[in-house]
């Protein structure tokens, strides 16, 4: 089987691919993968064919790429217009249609792959198939939001609806974005694919009804954290957690690093930003000035782009170090503080690690949402914690075992997964039924 992999070039959407593309390696397939040139270590390292994209077609501006929602349901960043959200997706998904279909054809004329492999390229890939007739798969890199009354609306970060009521608040709200947003889009998608000598879908909901592969769907987790629906799509497939590789992690050993493993997990505090929010002063600093007090170690991640040495009010508690690999870390940590991004929420889980969520931009909130669904931690609401609440849920979480019982039982069903394996054989099941 020759397998195309498409990515965005940004590691929360690469990363999840790679332990699925050394698996599809490791099986005989053959893979190209097409992502932007700073990721072709990581492409390589996985065992594919490395091959760069146009960067019209892999990369945006994921610091206000996408709008996000308050505790109140009010918009932030960019406003609660209809016509603000219509231009983040817009830019988010639409505009890079041409530019991903040129790749994948000019990849396929040297490369005639039996399946494409996307993440958000979803709309390149759909049109794609249409003008070849090759099938593609999609990896979910988000939480899973479909317009069913049991989902609250993306980016609310809401619970499940317990009543009746509840799930007609969110039918109503499904229905009116079919009604006020979803025709929007489909114009714009319609005009993109006019741009490559397709015709217009002719429903409104085209956008929506594209957003994913109707022929396989890869969820990389379980539905142990995932709310539960009534009608799931049979293209959904939970296969459990796809955790990035890190070939050199055994090399990598911060100084403070023999004080951390001599600790309990239970005195270990992780805060994280994750890769891409640079502004320690969100979450980063107040942490360290909740915790400062406490005898907890706390330890900092920050990123390449928002080096440690930025931060300079670090107390005798904490330690700090611009990366290590989570495979490493989270095995000592008793309680992780992140802004909630998909990947590391996973990957926490996957250790049992419970955590304090604070994120609301792009689909954080949805992800904080589930943990607190869960029970594996608590959702502070917001992207700007204040310190005491930052403060009061990290000791809670310590002191009272049902936060770290559930995480636990995450992590359990989570290991009755081989995410990788899983992955590869529905992606096989594709191909070999055409």
């Known amino acids: 089987m020759k397998v195309l992999i498409s990515t965005m070039a940004f590691a929360g959407h690469v990363n999840p691919m790679q332990p699925l593309c050394r698996e599809l390696v490791r099986r005989g397939h053959q893979v190209v993968w097409l992502t932007g040139d700073e990721f072709e270590a990581k492409a390589t390292i ?59 054809q000019e990849a396929l004329a040297d490369f005639p792959a039996d399946i494409v492999l996307v993440d958000l390229a979803a709309y390149g890939a759909h049109c794609l198939r249409e003008l070849t007739g090759i099938p593609y798969a999609t990896l979910g890199i988000n939480p899973l939001v479909t317009p069913d009354p049991e ?15 509840g ?37 409104s909901t085209a956008f929506l009804d594209a957003a994913r592969s109707d022929m396989l769907h890869i969820m990389p987790t379980t539905p142990a954290f995932e709310f539960p629906r009534r009608n799931l799509p049979p293209s959904v497939k939970f296969v459990g957690p796809l955790l990035p590789i890190w070939e ?12 951390l493993v001599a600790r309990p997990k239970s005195s270990v505090v992780h805060i994280t930003q994750g890769t891409v929010t640079a502004d320690t002063s969100k979450l980063i600093k107040p942490a360290l000035l909740a915790l400062s007090a406490h005898p907890e170690l706390l330890i900092i991640v920050t990123n390449p782009g928002s080096p440690n040495d930025e931060i300079t009010d670090m107390p005798p508690n904490a330690r700090g170090a611009s990366f290590v690999p989570h495979s490493r870390l989270l095995p000592h940590v008793g309680v992780m503080v992140t802004n909630a991004g998909y990947n590391g929420v996973l990957a926490a889980l996957s250790y049992g690690v419970p955590l304090v969520c604070a994120g609301r931009t792009e689909d954080k909130a949805d992800v904080s949402s589930r943990v607190a669904w869960c029970g594996a931690g608590i959702d502070l609401a917001t992207d700007t914690p204040a310190v005491e609440a930052i403060e009061k849920a990290v000791l809670c979480i310590l002191r009272e075992s049902k936060f770290r019982d559930a995480a636990a039982r995450v992590a359990k069903d989570f290991a009755s997964h081989d995410g990788p394996r899983e992955a590869a054989e529905q992606l096989e099941k594709v191909v070999k039924h055409l």
């Open 167 to 203: 799930r007609w608040a969110n039918k109503f709200v499904h229905a009116a974005a079919a009604v006020l947003l979803y025709p929007k889009l489909s114009k714009i998608l319609n005009e993109k694919r006019a741009a490559v000598a397709l015709p217009p879908l002719s429903s």
């Open 151 to 165: 989902i609250p609306p993306w980016g609310f970060g809401k619970q499940p609806p317990a009543t009746f009521l």
């Open 46 to 104: 996985a065992g594919a064919s490395f091959r760069a994209a146009s960067r019209d077609s892999v990369t945006y501006d994921i610091t206000n790429a996408v709008p996000s929602y308050g505790a109140d349901g009010a918009h932030a960043g960019e406003g609660a217009s209809l016509a603000s959200a219509t231009a983040v997706l817009r830019r988010l998904l639409l505009d890079r249609v041409p530019a991903q279909v040129h790749d994948y």
């Open 248 to 259: 050199d992690e055994n090399g990598i050993t911060p100084d403070w690093w023999g004080e």
